[in-house]
């Protein structure tokens, strides 16, 4: 059913205007402590999502620090005066919801999913935990060791992981975007309590902060409960962010890697701007194009000229319209058996570079468009799905009907608009290449 349903939403999508689509517009509001509130009324079910988005993520965080923001967040479930350790879950849980977190480069968030019935509990065990949570320096040794464990896990004994961890550092040669979110290792040994409650004072306050609420509920029910439970939050100077900017012109850097492993990989970026980025921004609708163009679907020219002609098992690509600030366009490719690391590299350069001399036809425009207004349907069928495209377009201070005017943003541009693009941003002095070998195989 679900399946049917999701194909049905669909075909729909192809012949309404997405404007069509959304149950009722977003409605935004500050508190007089600088807390920012999206609410985005949904009344297909009687649930509800909070989501608390803080403005600080590991690219934020100077060398000696990284993996605080991560760590932090882990700490947040430790208790308070109020709800003590390890009951935040379960009485969220009791009341047949479910809640988590996660960290990125650049936002903390952490997230509730109630009936609707229980959004003044929500609000009220986040409120009390943005000013009271409780940094005990035993507890937060505990959880340093599972943060450190998960580290190894992920990165450590994860050779792609690892290297892609080497390639990112080569790729932002000056933006902080560099960080590894989970944090270096070096780093971790030596975090303390004090470190950790030192973050959270400096950056969790209301005026950092954007509270998301998504699902079956009014403008006027949430404003007056963000006001009783936030409300009295006091706001804080805040540190200064880290710039997302990136060099304009970095030059072509290069990588080699012998790591343990089974499976030989090339890692391709080129540094690009993104919607949010304060140069480059007007190129971004067009940058997307051109990613998707080269691997979005069966027919995309990747898969056409380098896996289904033998070159590569596997590629696979990715370009974060959204990002805040400067980005990447990254490809990863596996090559085919035989095949060496340095042509399958040429490989999956030639249809890319190809796009600065050839046109790109309109029905590759058309595939493209197509699958923007499929996935613009997938995020209003799921309220937590609406929430994070919504935590994400405030954070980076975008307009939150900006996926209403997407693909019409994207119908506007020439083929001609997309070579001349091309010629701009797929320059080898943007381009960045890691060569991933494995131990014991020959090079």
Known sequence: ?????????????????????????????????????????????????????????????????????????????????????????????????????????NYTVYYQNHVADRLALALEMEADRMQHAIIDPAAFASELQVVMEERRLRTDDNPQALAYERFQLMAYPSSSQRNPTVGWMDDLKQLTAADAKDWYQRWYAPNNAVLVVVGDVQPEQVKALAQKYFG???????????????????????????????????????????????????DAYALRLLAGVLDEGISARLERKVVRAGKAAAVRSGYDILSRGDTLFTITAVPAQEQSLAALEEAVLAPVLALREELVTQAEIDRVQANVIAQSVFVRDEVD???????????????????????????????????????????????????????????
């Open 1 to 105: 059913m679900r399946g049917a349903k999701r194909l049905a939403w669909i075909l729909l999508g192809v012949l309404v205007s997405p404007a069509l689509w959304a149950q009722a517009e977003a409605v935004q509001f500050r508190l007089d402590n600088g807390l920012r509130v999206v609410v985005q009324p949904d009344d297909r079910a009687p649930v509800v999502v909070t989501q608390v988005w803080y403005q600080v993520g590991s690219a934020d965080e100077p060398p000696g620090l990284t993996g605080i923001s991560h760590v932090l967040e882990h700490m947040m479930f430790k208790g308070t005066p109020t709800v003590p350790a390890g009951e935040f879950s379960r009485v969220v849980s009791h009341m047949g919801g479910d809640d988590n977190a996660f960290t990125t480069d």
């Open 232 to 282: 009295d939050i006091a706001a804080r100077d805040l540190p200064r962010r880290a710039s997302s900017r990136e060099l304009a012109s970095p030059g072509e850097r290069r990588m080699t890697l012998t790591l343990p492993g089974q499976v030989p990989a090339v890692f391709i970026a080129y540094n690009w701007p993104s919607l949010s980025s304060a140069v480059g921004a007007q």
């Open 385 to 443: 799905d609406q929430a994070q495209l919504l935590g994400r377009l405030a954070s980076n201070h975008l307009a939150l009907d900006w996926a209403d005017g997407y693909a019409d943003q994207l119908k506007r541009i020439t083929p001609e608009q997309l070579r001349e693009v091309a010629k701009r941003y797929l320059t080898n002095d943007r381009l960045s290449v890691l060569h991933m070998h494995v131990k014991g195989a020959q090079q």
